[in-house]
């Protein structure tokens, strides 16, 4: 297992943009596929995007999709997030997850779970 920490979350005017981060602890951070979930309040959690160990493949929930991009440097043990056009439906609290395979990250099933930064969208 690797330990995650997420930061960058915060207020932002709808139209904004943030950037999350979520750095790793392990030297095994390069072998997981690694994956961004929300969680609003009220609702369940649900997946936002993936990217595979070498950052080759890349998925995405069609409601992020032409605004999100999920990308990972392996070099520093860190993931990140880059969120643009953010909306006020986007407010929940973002955890990022670490797993192998990738579509055990997808399902949620994810091996490591970050303990999530709030995003905040406001009109």
């Known amino acids: 297992q690797v330990q995650l920490v997420e930061s960058g979350g915060g207020l932002v005017q709808a139209g904004g943009s943030l950037r999350l981060s979520c750095a790793a602890s392990g030297r095994t951070f390069s072998r997981y596929a690694m994956g961004w979930f929300r969680q609003a309040p009220g609702k369940e959690r649900e997946f936002v995007a993936v990217?595979?160990?070498?950052?080759?493949?890349?998925s995405y929930a069609d409601s992020v999709k032409d605004r999100f991009t999920i990308s990972r440097d392996n070099a520093k043990n860190t993931l990140y997030l880059q969120m643009n056009s953010l909306k006020p439906e986007d407010t929940a609290i973002y955890y990022c997850a670490a797993g192998d395979p990738m579509s055990a990250v997808v399902r949620g099933t994810a091996d490591s779970w970050g303990q999530g930064t709030q995003v905040t969208v406001s009109l």
């Open positions: 990217i595979s160990w070498r950052g080759g493949l890349t």
